[in-house]
Protein backbone atom coordinates (compact mmCIF):
# COMPACT_ATOMS: atom_id res chain seq x y z
CA UNK A 1 0.00 0.00 0.00
CA UNK A 2 1.63 3.60 -1.04
CA UNK A 3 1.21 5.81 1.47
CA UNK A 4 2.28 9.89 1.20
CA UNK A 5 2.42 11.97 3.87
CA UNK A 6 2.58 15.61 3.15
CA UNK A 7 4.60 17.91 5.66
CA UNK A 8 5.88 21.95 6.09
CA UNK A 9 2.98 23.67 5.04
CA UNK A 10 1.60 26.99 7.35
CA UNK A 11 1.31 30.57 7.34
CA UNK A 12 4.34 33.27 5.91
CA UNK A 13 4.28 36.31 4.82
CA UNK A 14 4.66 37.35 1.19
CA UNK A 15 8.40 36.93 -0.24
CA UNK A 16 9.16 34.19 2.15
CA UNK A 17 10.06 30.33 2.03
CA UNK A 18 8.28 27.30 2.93
CA UNK A 19 9.95 23.39 2.14
CA UNK A 20 7.33 21.36 1.62
CA UNK A 21 7.72 17.79 2.30
CA UNK A 22 6.66 14.34 0.52
CA UNK A 23 7.40 10.84 2.64
CA UNK A 24 6.73 7.90 0.82
CA UNK A 25 6.24 4.38 1.51
CA UNK A 26 5.20 1.14 0.47
CA UNK A 27 6.97 1.00 -2.55
CA UNK A 28 10.15 1.07 -4.34
CA UNK A 29 9.74 4.30 -6.05
CA UNK A 30 12.71 4.15 -8.89
CA UNK A 31 9.56 3.97 -11.22
CA UNK A 32 7.65 6.39 -10.58
CA UNK A 33 6.89 10.23 -11.27
CA UNK A 34 6.44 12.59 -8.31
CA UNK A 35 4.16 15.62 -8.53
CA UNK A 36 2.99 18.83 -6.40
CA UNK A 37 -0.34 19.87 -7.32
CA UNK A 38 -2.49 22.67 -5.64
CA UNK A 39 -6.10 23.68 -5.21
CA UNK A 40 -6.69 27.16 -4.07
CA UNK A 41 -10.43 27.94 -2.77
CA UNK A 42 -12.63 27.99 -5.71
CA UNK A 43 -10.32 26.87 -8.00
CA UNK A 44 -9.35 23.73 -9.64
CA UNK A 45 -6.00 21.92 -8.76
CA UNK A 46 -3.40 22.46 -10.85
CA UNK A 47 0.15 21.29 -11.53
CA UNK A 48 3.39 22.80 -9.88
CA UNK A 49 5.77 20.51 -10.71
CA UNK A 50 7.29 16.95 -11.07
CA UNK A 51 10.41 14.67 -10.86
CA UNK A 52 11.11 11.53 -12.24
CA UNK A 53 12.50 9.35 -9.90
CA UNK A 54 15.13 7.67 -11.57
CA UNK A 55 17.36 10.31 -12.95
CA UNK A 56 16.14 13.18 -11.31
CA UNK A 57 14.51 14.66 -14.77
CA UNK A 58 12.69 18.09 -13.07
CA UNK A 59 9.56 19.66 -15.17
CA UNK A 60 7.66 23.10 -13.80
CA UNK A 61 4.75 24.74 -14.45
CA UNK A 62 5.19 28.34 -16.14
CA UNK A 63 3.40 29.95 -12.69
CA UNK A 64 6.31 28.78 -10.50
CA UNK A 65 8.95 28.03 -12.63
CA UNK A 66 12.22 29.67 -10.95
CA UNK A 67 10.34 30.70 -7.73
CA UNK A 68 9.72 26.34 -6.90
CA UNK A 69 12.22 23.82 -7.02
CA UNK A 70 11.09 20.02 -6.49
CA UNK A 71 13.68 17.45 -5.43
CA UNK A 72 13.91 14.28 -4.37
CA UNK A 73 16.11 12.33 -1.55
CA UNK A 74 16.41 8.63 -2.42
CA UNK A 75 17.46 7.13 0.87
CA UNK A 76 14.92 9.60 2.64
CA UNK A 77 12.30 8.52 0.25
CA UNK A 78 11.24 11.77 0.00
CA UNK A 79 9.91 14.44 -2.11
CA UNK A 80 10.81 18.10 -1.64
CA UNK A 81 9.26 21.19 -2.67
CA UNK A 82 11.31 24.69 -1.90
CA UNK A 83 8.65 27.07 -2.64
CA UNK A 84 10.48 31.18 -2.23
CA UNK A 85 9.44 34.43 -3.11
CA UNK A 86 5.70 33.51 -2.00
CA UNK A 87 2.77 35.72 -2.96
CA UNK A 88 -0.04 35.33 -2.01
CA UNK A 89 -1.66 33.87 -4.58
CA UNK A 90 0.29 30.94 -3.60
CA UNK A 91 -2.64 30.32 -1.38
CA UNK A 92 -3.61 26.71 -1.46
CA UNK A 93 -3.73 23.00 -0.20
CA UNK A 94 -0.77 21.47 -1.61
CA UNK A 95 -0.55 17.90 -2.32
CA UNK A 96 2.02 15.39 -3.52
CA UNK A 97 1.06 12.66 -5.75
CA UNK A 98 2.79 9.81 -7.24
CA UNK A 99 2.42 7.69 -10.47
CA UNK A 100 3.61 4.49 -11.00
CA UNK A 101 5.30 3.40 -14.49
CA UNK A 102 4.28 6.68 -16.02
CA UNK A 103 6.30 8.01 -19.37
CA UNK A 104 8.25 11.53 -18.95
CA UNK A 105 6.15 13.02 -20.97
CA UNK A 106 4.80 16.50 -20.78
CA UNK A 107 1.22 15.68 -21.29
CA UNK A 108 0.91 13.11 -19.19
CA UNK A 109 2.88 14.03 -15.96
CA UNK A 110 0.44 17.34 -15.81
CA UNK A 111 -2.42 15.61 -16.03
CA UNK A 112 -3.96 14.43 -12.35
CA UNK A 113 -5.93 11.53 -13.79
CA UNK A 114 -2.32 9.87 -14.83
CA UNK A 115 -1.22 10.00 -10.70
CA UNK A 116 -1.99 7.03 -9.14
CA UNK A 117 -2.01 8.30 -5.24
CA UNK A 118 -2.31 10.90 -3.37
CA UNK A 119 -1.20 12.81 0.05
CA UNK A 120 -3.71 14.46 1.95
CA UNK A 121 -2.31 17.37 1.73
CA UNK A 122 -1.07 20.51 3.42
CA UNK A 123 -2.08 23.76 3.47
CA UNK A 124 -0.02 26.71 2.93
CA UNK A 125 -1.10 30.43 3.54
CA UNK A 126 0.67 33.37 2.41
CA UNK A 127 -0.06 36.56 4.11
CA UNK A 128 0.19 39.72 2.46
Known amino acids: QVQLVESGGGLVQAGGSLRLSCAAS????????MGWFRQAPGKEREFLAA????????YYANSVKGRFTISRDNVKNTVYLQMNSLKPEDTAVYYCAAAQNSPWVVVTIIAQDKYDYWGQGTQVTVSS
Open 51 to 58: IRWSGGNT
Open 26 to 33: GRTFSTYV
